[in-house]
């Protein structure tokens, strides 16, 4: 079984700094790309930030500049340094990850590649 564990967030001021971590645990062969989303109330949830085993990073344009996505492959952990934090930036956070299970059965005993979401964190920006 594969989990995704959470930690970080908070309230800050406008322009403050916070760091979300993600850990990978459970029966993994590989972890693929490692991320986050984010959803404000009413809102759909959006991508924030991602990053591929090798290195290859996506951001939305809103966060460019100011949040650095990074990754220990060894730890299965990803983190995301989020800077000069606007309000506009206050959401539930959710890490996501493509995850290949160790699978017994298959040869090779990569397991099919599947989604993996972390519990949410709440990030709160005030003016």
């Known amino acids: 079984q594969v989990q995704l564990t959470e930690s970080g967030g908070g309230l800050v001021q406008a322009g403050g700094s916070l760091r979300l971590s993600c850990a990978a645990s459970g029966t993994i062969f590989s972890v693929n790309t490692m991320g986050w989303y984010r959803q404000a109330p009413g809102q759909q949830r959006e991508l924030v930030a991602n990053?591929?085993?090798?290195?290859?990073?996506n951001y939305v344009d809103s966060v460019k500049g100011r949040f650095t996505i990074s990754r220990d492959n060894a730890k299965d952990t990803a983190y995301l340094q989020m800077n000069s934090l606007k309000p506009e930036d206050t959401a539930v956070y959710y890490c996501?990850?493509?995850?290949?299970?160790?699978?017994?059965?298959?040869?090779?005993?990569?397991?099919?590649?599947?989604?993996?979401w972390g519990q949410g964190t709440q990030v709160t920006v005030s003016s």
């Open positions: 996501h990850a493509a995850i290949s299970p160790y699978d017994p059965s298959k040869w090779g005993r990569r397991g099919n590649e599947k989604d993996y």
């Open positions: 990053m591929t085993f090798d290195g290859r990073t």
